[in-house]
Structures are given as structure tokens and as C-alpha cells.
């Protein structure tokens, strides 16, 4: 085993990009490719997801590539192109990543908020825009 000064000595942000990174830092890294697309052969599991009613759903990588992919193209297909900014309003449910995955796929960037965070922060707005007094 290495000790920590050799391994920090040796340690290389580049070198550890070319080894498990499919993208390059001068070519450019696609975060859905990255994250979903490079796993999609066969039949490796993505994610395992309990919903609030205990619903179990099982959600392989090639479904949530082909599914994050439709949602690219139905973005293209609406003007949203690269530089834009999605903003998406979902709970954590498995639709959450082919959204994320869609988005970042086609190159926009995404703002995201769960539905109790956005509903505290815009609650948290409101009284701090509220006159002395009335809060």
C-alpha cells in the first residue's frame, strides 16, 4: 500500500480525467454521457426507487438513456438549445433524472427545485418583502 505523501505526490487531476472519463477536458465532458450513456449495454441497473406509497421501481441505464434522449430531442424540437436554461419544478421521482439527464444531454443547463423547497423559499420571500409589522 502507497502511503498518503506518494499517493498526493503523484496524484493527477488530468491523468485520473483520461482514465475514467469518456469525454476530455479539451474536447469536453457531457455529464449525461458520463452519468447514464456509457452504462447503458446490457442490462446494469441505474436506479432502485421506492416511492411514498411503497411502490418499488427498477430502472435500467438503457431506459433512462433512451428516455433522457427523447427529452433532448423534445427540447431541440421546441428551441431550447445549448446555452439555455431549463428550469424544472419535479419531485424525486425516477422522471427527476431523465429530465436532469435530457437537459444536460443537449447542453442547457438545469435549475432545479423540489416542490417543498421552492414552496419554503418563495414563503421565505414573501415575508421578507413583507412591510415591518406585518409578518
Same mark, same amino acid.
Given at each position: 500500500m502507497r502511503d498518503y505523501r506518494a499517493a498526493y505526490d503523484e496524484f493527477s487531476v488530468p491523468a485520473l480525467a483520461r482514465e475514467v472519463?469518456? $469525454? #476530455?477536458?479539451?474536447?469536453g465532458i457531457n455529464a449525461a454521457v458520463e452519468c447514464?450513456?456509457?452504462?447503458?449495454? $446490457? #442490462?446494469?441497473?441505474?436506479?432502485?426507487?421506492?416511492?411514498?406509497?411503497?411502490?418499488e421501481e427498477t430502472v435500467p441505464f438503457e431506459a433512462l438513456r433512451d428516455q433522457s434522449q427523447r427529452f433532448a430531442r423534445v427540447l431541440h424540437a421546441r428551441g431550447?438549445?445549448?446555452?439555455?436554461v431549463v428550469s424544472g419544478l419535479l419531485p424525486r421521482i425516477p422522471e427527476l433524472l431523465v429530465v436532469v439527464l435530457g437537459t444536460w444531454g443537449s447542453a442547457q443547463s438545469i435549475s432545479h427545485s423540489l416542490p417543498r423547497s421552492a414552496q419554503q423559499r418563495s414563503q421565505?420571500?414573501?415575508?421578507?418583502?413583507?412591510p415591518s409589522g406585518r409578518r
Open positions: 472519463l469518456s $469525454g #476530455s477536458f479539451n474536447d447514464c450513456d456509457r452504462w447503458a449495454e $446490457g #442490462s446494469r441497473i441505474a436506479l432502485n426507487w421506492i416511492g411514498q406509497n411503497l411502490v431550447i438549445g445549448r446555452g439555455d421565505a420571500e414573501s415575508r421578507r418583502r413583507a
